[in-house]
Each structure stands twice: as C-alpha cells, then as structure tokens.
C-alpha cells in the first residue's frame, strides 16, 4: 500500500473523528468548557499526529536500511575492476523496479540455477525484466533482488499495520476524552504553538543540514587540493587527469562583475518606477502598471536566458562587432558580460520595484503632510522626507536583488559564456562560480576527485558571500531605523 493510500486514508479516519466529536458535544445538554469545533479538531489531531509521524519516519528509515542489508549480502568476490559495488546496487535496483511493474509476473525459480555460470534461462529472465545482459549480472545479484523485493514488500506491510492501528488508537481515546470539563481548547493551542515551533525548528535545521554536508564535501576538497590554489590562485583550468588549476578568484570576478552591470540596470529603473508609482501615478494607473511590472517576476529564467542568447547578444554583437553598425571590433560572440547582466537586470526589476513601492507606501502620510506644510514641492518631498525614511528598506530590497544575482543559473549559462578570466570588457565572455558547480557536477568524472567537489568549495562560498550581504543589510536597516523610529 503505498504512503499516499495511507496518508488518504488518515485523513478520511480524522474527518470522520472531526464530526463524531462536534455531534457528540452537540447532543449532550450540558456546558461544554470549549467549543463543537476544539473537540472535533483535538480528535483529529491526536487520530492523525501520531499515526503520520510513524508514516513518515518509517518510509524514510526503511529503504536506508533495507539498502544496508542489502549491501551487506555484496562479496568482496562480485566486486571486480568493471563492477563496484554502486553498480551491483544499480543492477538490483532495476531488477527490482522491473519486477514491480509486472515484466515478470512469476517467480523466477532461482534455487534452480547453478551460481557459478549463467545460463541461458538467467539470461531470459533478465531480459524480461528489462535488465541490459553484459554478462556482468549473475544469479547471486538475482537472489539479493529478490530479497531486497521481499523486505521492501514485508516493510510495507508492517509500516500500513502500524500506522493504522496507532491512527485507531489515537481516535478511540481522543473520543472517550470528550466530557463536558475536559480543556480541548487549551490543548488544540498547546498543539498549534508546537507545530509552529516544528515549522520554525524545520527551516533552521534544513539550512544546518544543507551547510553541514557542504561543508564535509568542501573538507574532503581541501584534503585533495591546496587550499592556497583555491584561494589565492589567478587561473581556472581543471583537469581530470590531474594538475588542475581551480582558482576561485577569476569565477569570483565574473561573478561580480555581472551582478554589477545587473543592479546598474535594475535599481535604477526599478526605484524610480517605484516612485512613480507610489507618488505619482493615478489609482488607475498603478492598479495596471505594477500587475504588468510584476509579470516580468514570474518569467522563468531559462525564458530570460534564451532571449539573451537568441536576440540580445546577436543585437550587441550588430552593434559592437567588427561587422556591426558601428564596426568597433569590441565584441566578437554574442555572450557577453553585457549580454548576461543587462537581461538579468531586467529580471531584477520587480524585486527592486515591488519591494520599494511597498515600503514607500509605508511612509507615514504625516511625514509628507509636515514637509507639504513647510512650503515643499512633491519632488523636494520625495527626496528630502520619503527617501530617507524608507532607505532602510530600500536596501534590503537592492540588498536582495543582489543575492538573486549572484546566484543566478540559467541566464549566465546560455547569455555570459564560459571562459573563467580577468577581464574589464564588458563585451567579452566570463564565467561565474554557478556557472561552474553546474558544469563540475555533471558528467562522467569522478565524484571523488578535486575537480568534482570543487564545487562544494564554490556553493560553500556563494553561501558565506551571500550570508554576508544579508548580515550587512540586517545591520544598515537596523542602524537606519533607529532614526525614524
């Protein structure tokens, strides 16, 4: 039975405890402490709570040790030079998956077959079960699949007995609870704070997982290659067949440096369409102006990276090439700094925008009345009284169109190139560290090598830069607001 038919039916046992619960109160004549609602919610809570937490830790600790018994059966023999033991793993996990989706409806008889050779009746039934047969898959894999099958289905098994008949017991005392002195209300609260508590303890703790394991990866990075290099070194040349040079610094310089041109382009237009919209635009206006703006928000970034690939950068390539209009030779592929940080700019927009219009309509009304009363003019205003008090988060909002743009994918991918270099022309091709941990974790070298954690190195990195931005951000809004406050 799989996690969502439990999960459903779960739920159907708490809708029915939710409704047996509020009749029952509404039957009884005498004053009840809480409402119909608290006693419905409080049987629903305690059938469901227990019975899903079971569910849930279950079907995330069952395959991890059913794959540690099963790698457990994995001689030392069935390993060779061609076959680790991620490969057998692999072959099970097919065979598995084949037998599930019913490519061999009958049970193979494996006793019969002779371990140390393969038989033409082995290779019948892998090719039913859509395995390739190289000759590397033997009977022993076949009987360590189907064992694995047979723990996987008793897993199942077990896991929908227990969680049904805790979901059964948790609905039975949740009932016989229900009497006229008994404080649902006060435990329908008590349980609300604890699943915000569980939220806010979830977000915590995922961003500790996510820096404790690139963190672990980065160390065993630094255990392979010269923390030195990686720092300090003025080149970008990985070679999987060792001798590499995996300096940070020139990805850094792309980086950067594209996330510059982008807030050139971005904060401007999109803080003054903020004030225009806040301070000058008619009711009408804005309720169309700023849906359209904030569209551009929702436009995925592989749409942005293709229009910078396919018409951006031909159109500056028109222009600045050594055969475009103004035949200047600058530019020589349509990728470019340029190509990559203007379109991101434009993406940016909305952050800018959207942000800062909020917060300029934070400004008290007062502030603009006091300064309207001393003789100031709308533009002396805004300048002089509104910006200021809404400088804060003004920041926080270009603050966070700078992290948005430092670790951007897509549109660096197809619109600024590949080449990790040190250059000032905004018209050449460069790199960034996304570009680069996208490219080091993808294709066939191997994870264990420098030049594949290196990208751990890089996220572990982009993480501190961008933690940085955010704690200086943090610390301006807070310096700031001490004065309008």
Do not use: C
């Amino acid at each position: 039975m799989s996690v969502y038919l439990i999960s459903s039916m779960l739920f159907i046992l708490a809708a029915l405890g939710y409704w047996l619960a509020q009749r029952r109160v509404l039957k009884v004549e005498e004053r009840f402490h809480s409402l119909p609602k608290h006693y419905g919610t409080y049987v629903a809570l305690l059938t469901i709570m227990p019975s899903l937490t079971i569910l849930l830790i279950w079907s995330a600790l069952s395959p991890v040790i059913i794959n540690g018994v099963v790698e457990s059966q994995i001689s030392s023999e069935m390993i060779s030079k061609n076959r680790s033991q991620k490969h057998i793993i692999a072959d099970v996990h097919r065979i598995v998956d084949s037998l599930r989706t019913g490519a061999n409806d009958q049970l193979f008889p494996i006793d019969q077959l002779d371990t140390n050779q393969i038989t033409q009746e082995t290779l019948n039934f892998l090719s039913k079960a859509g395995v390739a047969t190289s000759g590397n898959i033997d009977v022993v894999t076949l009987k360590i699949a189907l064992n694995y099958r047979d723990k996987t289905q008793a897993s199942v098994g077990y896991k929908t007995t227990a969680t049904i008949i805790t979901a059964l017991i948790g609905f039975l005392i949740a009932l016989r609870q229900i009497n006229p002195g008994f404080r649902a209300r006060n435990l329908v609260e008590k349980i609300n704070i604890g699943f915000l508590m569980l939220a806010a303890g979830l977000a915590v703790l995922t961003t500790v997982g996510i820096v404790v394991s690139m963190l672990f990866e980065t160390m065993n990075f630094f255990s392979m290659h010269s923390g030195r290099d990686f720092f300090f070194g003025l080149s970008w040349a990985p070679n999987f067949h060792g001798n590499s040079a995996l300096s940070i610094l020139p990805l850094l310089w792309g980086t950067l440096y594209i996330s510059l041109v982008a807030l050139l382009v971005a904060v401007p237009l999109g803080l003054l369409s903020a004030i225009y919209l806040s301070e000058y635009a008619s009711g009408l206006t804005r309720s169309m102006a700023k849906p359209l703006l904030e569209v551009l928000a929702g436009i995925p970034t592989i749409v942005y990276g293709l229009f910078a690939l396919v018409t951006f950068g031909p159109f500056l390539k028109d222009l600045f090439g050594p055969e475009g209009f103004f035949a200047l030779g600058w530019m020589s592929d349509a990728r470019s700094v340029a190509t990559a940080g203007i379109v991101m700019g434009f993406m940016l927009i909305p952050f800018v925008s959207s942000l800062s219009d909020d917060i300029i309509n934070a400004v008290p009304q007062s502030l603009r009345d006091g300064s309207f009363g001393l003789g100031a003019t709308r533009s002396e205003t805004i300048k002089h009284v509104v910006l200021p008090a809404a400088l804060p988060g003004i920041v926080s909002a270009i603050l966070l169109a700078a992290s948005r743009a430092i670790g951007e994918t897509m549109i660096v991918v197809l619109g600024a190139g590949a080449i990790a270099r040190f250059t000032g022309n905004p018209l050449e091709a460069l790199t960034t560290v996304t570009t680069r941990i996208v490219s080091q974790l993808t294709g066939d070298g191997d994870f264990n090598s420098p030049e594949t954690l290196v990208a751990f190195a890089l996220g572990l990195t982009l993480f501190v830069l961008t933690l940085g931005l955010n704690i200086f951000a943090l610390y301006y809004v807070r310096k700031y607001r001490e004065q309008y406050e």
